[in-house]
């Protein structure tokens, strides 16, 4: 895994390398290297969030729904930017709407997952 | 022009912070007794990558964002500490169209803003963003349908017309081809009133989907549905960090997205049918072809609370089947009560839990923790069902199609293949149960009319009470 990790490193290094040295290429090359970047990360989340989640027990799959989502909830992050960038009133207006219901997920998620793993207790040792 | 790279530097810092946080925090779910502090770690990385954000150098008015956290927050905190456990799977269902609502409207403001840059998105940006508000538009109706059948405003029965399957195709085509359309026009920056035209009724057509994909699905299959829609939101939201270049986003939408598609594998392999089946095949439209044994000539036989006391009161072994009726009744509390009574009078009590027993992944299991059943009396169907021979009493509370040994035996069943809980193997069964009625496949449970099954009709929740006051007077 690490050397898996070192070698995509050593790749995005060498993209970003050569993505400087033909700056002066056409405009949309570079757009394309900066997002193959992106599909490794993505890939490399994808596969470490499926060995992950493979081993998790069905015992704790609907906390785990409940954490994905929350966690991916991290839109809001995209939302601010939206509603707070110097956009037209309306797009602005657009990204509150968008903040509400991301924050709505990452308060409610997170609140809710909390709720329901604090009710998954052992066998208490006989007094 | 130093203070915004040093600013930037930060928010990259938090937010590499915020997804090695969601990584771990997912790991700690693997084990019950790290899963809470992992789900800390993971809400920390959230606040983190929140701060994070709010320094970006794009920001220039907060009032919009603040307006948006506080309403947020005013409705996303009662939602999580009030939502009763029962009502989880509409919650969860809900909660994905909050998450595919937000991601949508980000596609949709973020290519408006193209407009207005020379150049416009270019093609893989309009790939992404093209993907993000399709996908995001169609979990918005398709959660909010999937919420409707949980709580029961839409009809749980699958929902068929004639020609239904051909209207479905041409509205997803309809959709698709807007959007290749969209990606490969935008490619010139041609951002004219056409393309704005085509992308809103892509987003239309997209709404449209979600509605259709999901109303001919009934409510057994609905594990299946919430987590692919879990999956589509986690894909939207990934989608969304493709199209504005943030690479969290990037992480937790794969995140999310991985999670909801092992779900839905998991939870149609535990039903047998593929992915396709689930979402094309309802199962009221194969039902006249079936060569389902009927149930004429064959009995059951019913016994009372007080026969049924007698034998779960004296069983040294006994392992409860828990099913949907088992939610319907709000039975969890009951049944948590029996248990503890069998085992104060020397017995043994497991819980035996089907990976689609209920509504969503996991709800048996997180009803019987809220009614204070320790999670090492359950057990997954691998786990359990070699131990039903030993067992002296399987108690069936609510379930069905999922014991049915027809299963196993009957070629001709429409479940055939489906892995059961060996319920049968048990020397004697005791089901719970309303009525007669059959189970979401509409098929007959031959569990029923074994020599060694007594029906215990009536209301889960009021039979079991009957029976814990029977037994405690033994």
């Known amino acids: 895994m690490t050397a898996l990790l070192t070698a995509i490193g050593a790749a995005a290094a060498f993209i970003a390398v050569t993505t400087a040295d033909t700056a ?48 991916s909830a991290i839109s809001l992050v995209a939302s601010i930017v939206i509603a707070g960038a110097e956009r037209p009133l309306f797009i602005n207006i657009m990204g509150m709407v968008a903040v509400a219901a991301a924050t709505i997920n990452v308060v409610g998620g997170f609140v809710i997952t909390d709720r329901m793993l604090k009710m998954f207790r052992k066998t208490e040792a006989p007094k | 022009m130093i203070d915004q790279q040093i600013g930037s530097l930060f928010v990259q810092i938090a937010y590499i912070g915020a997804s090695a946080a969601f990584i771990l ?28 954000t709010l320094l970006n150098h794009e920001i220039v008015t907060y009032q919009f964002i603040i307006i948006g956290l506080v309403v947020g927050s005013a409705i996303g905190l009662p939602m999580g500490l009030l939502v009763p456990m029962t009502a989880m799977p509409q919650r969860i269902a809900i909660s994905h169209m909050f998450g595919a609502l937000a991601v949508t409207l980000v596609g949709i403001a973020e290519f408006l803003h193209y407009r207005d840059i020379a150049g ?22 398709g959660s909010f349908m999937a919420f409707g059948k949980l709580q029961g405003f839409v009809t749980g029965r699958p929902v068929t017309f004639p020609g239904q399957k051909l209207i479905n ?32 009724v892509m987003t239309a057509l997209a709404l449209i989907i979600g509605v259709t994909l999901v109303l001919p699905i009934g409510g057994a299959d609905m594990p299946v549905v919430v987590s692919l829609l879990n999956s589509y939101a986690g894909l939207a939201a990934s989608a969304t960090g493709f199209a ?16 909801g598609f092992i779900l839905s594998i998991l939870m149609s392999k535990a039903m047998n049918r593929s992915f396709a089946n689930v979402l094309f095949g309802a199962f ?21 609370a007080e026969d049924a006391a007698m034998r779960i009161g004296y069983a040294r072994n006994v392992i409860i089947v828990p099913g949907y009726g088992m939610a319907v009744a709000q039975a969890q509390h009951a049944v948590r009560e029996l248990a503890e009574l069998i085992e104060k009078r020397g017995g043994r009590v497991r819980f035996a839990i089907h990976p689609v027993a209920g509504r969503m992944p996991g709800h048996m299991n997180v009803l019987l923790a809220e009614a204070n059943v320790p999670y090492d009396h359950l057990f997954d169907l691998e786990e359990i069902n070699e131990e039903f021979h030993a067992c002296d009493v399987a108690l069936v509370l609510g ?52 020599d060694k099954t007594s029906m215990l009709f009536g209301d889960a929740k009021s039979v079991l009470s009957q029976v814990v006051t029977e037994v405690k007077g033994l």
């Open chain 2, 399 to 450: 379930a069905n199609d999922v014991t049915n040994p027809a299963a196993k035996s009957d070629p001709g069943s429409p479940i055939y293949g489906m892995p059961i809980l060996n319920v049968q193997d048990a020397e004697q069964v005791i089901v719970v149960k309303r009525g007669m009625a059959t189970g979401f496949a509409g098929i007959e449970n031959e569990l029923f009319y074994l």
């Open chain 2, 25 to 52: 925090g997912l790991r700690g779910l693997t084990k019950p007794d790290t899963a809470r502090r992992g789900m800390q770690l993971a809400a920390v990385g959230m606040l983190l990558a929140i701060i994070g």
């Open chain 2, 284 to 304: 009221g439209g194969e039902k006249a072809a079936v060569s389902a044994k009927s149930a004429e000539g064959l009995t059951t036989r019913s016994i009372s």
């Open chain 2, 120 to 141: 416009g998105p270019g093609v893989v940006k309009m790939i992404a963003l093209g993907f993000e508000t399709l996908f995001g538009a169609l979990t918005i109706t």
């Open chain 2, 244 to 259: 504005i270049g943030n690479n969290i986003l990037i992480v937790a939408g794969a995140l999310d997205g991985a999670s």
């Open chain 1, 24 to 71: 002066t290429a056409a405009a949309s090359t570079t757009l394309v290297d900066a997002q193959i970047v992106e599909v490794y990360v993505f890939l490399l989340a994808a596969f470490t969030g499926f060995q992950i989640i493979t081993k998790v027990p069905p015992l704790l799959h609907t906390p785990l729904m409940a954490a994905t989502n929350a966690i």
């Open chain 2, 169 to 200: 195709a041409a509205v997803f085509l309809g959709a698709v081809g807007l959007y290749a359309t969209l990606v490969l026009t935008q490619s010139g920056g041609a951002t004219g009133d056409a393309g704005l035209i085509m992308f809103a």
